[in-house]
């Protein structure tokens, strides 16, 4: 697969697939973070075939480029333009997901949506009602519109991995979302 510099990023979709704190500490705006342990099941949700791909990774996930190039070609996803090393990215050139911890958004009381992306066959834990939304993630990019752009938006799965997914997307059509760390997982832990 070609290394692609950073320059010649045009208007391809970027696919960052390194793990969700890794992304959420810094990625390139408009990317989508769907990390090599969840590609396989939602990029087919996610990416558009007719449009060329670049894989954005870090370097000790370089070794997963070729699995990930055989996935993406059963996929369907024939314009592989190539990958970019997250390390040869201009720092500057990094935006941050916002994050809050189980707890402190368990302490909130301002007007919210707490978006869980579970699929509701998955959920044995539920997640807080207050101001609760349920758009499993495989679902989200055909309705993302019904969300409240005037509300801040806080995105929850099981541990963090989807929720950050969710956030990436959203972060790419305009939104503002913020990932509750550790998902589920950790609001469960509190609650105990």
């Known amino acids: 697969m070609k ?18 704190h890794d992304y959420q500490a810094g990625h390139i705006s408009k990317s989508l973070n769907l990390n090599t342990g969840n590609f396989k ?6 990416i558009n075939l007719s449009k060329p791909v670049i894989f954005i990774v870090g370097s000790e996930d370089k070794d997963k480029l070729e699995e ?12 592989l333009d190539g990958y970019l090393l997250i390390d040869e990215v201009p720092k500057e050139n990094f935006q941050a997901t916002e994050t809050i911890s189980a707890g402190d958004f368990l302490n909130k009381s301002d007007d919210f949506i707490l978006l869980d992306v579970r699929h509701p066959d998955e959920i044995t834990r539920p997640a807080p009602e207050k101001n609760l939304v349920n758009i499993p993630f495989e679902e989200l ?6 969300l409240d752009t005037s509300k801040q938006i806080y995105t929850l799965c099981g541990s963090g991995n989807r929720s950050t997914a969710a956030a990436s997307f959203l972060e790419s059509k305009g939104f503002d979302p913020k990932v509750i760390v550790g998902g589920m997982k950790a609001i469960q832990e509190i609650r105990n």
């Open 41 to 46: 099941k939602y990029a087919a949700y996610y």
């Open 3 to 20: 290394k692609i510099n950073y320059k010649e990023i045009k208007d391809q979709q970027l696919v960052d697939v390194r793990p969700q």
């Open 68 to 79: 990930l190039s055989k996935v993406a070609d059963e996929l369907g996803i024939s314009q």
């Open 141 to 146: 990019v055909d309705n993302y519109q019904s």
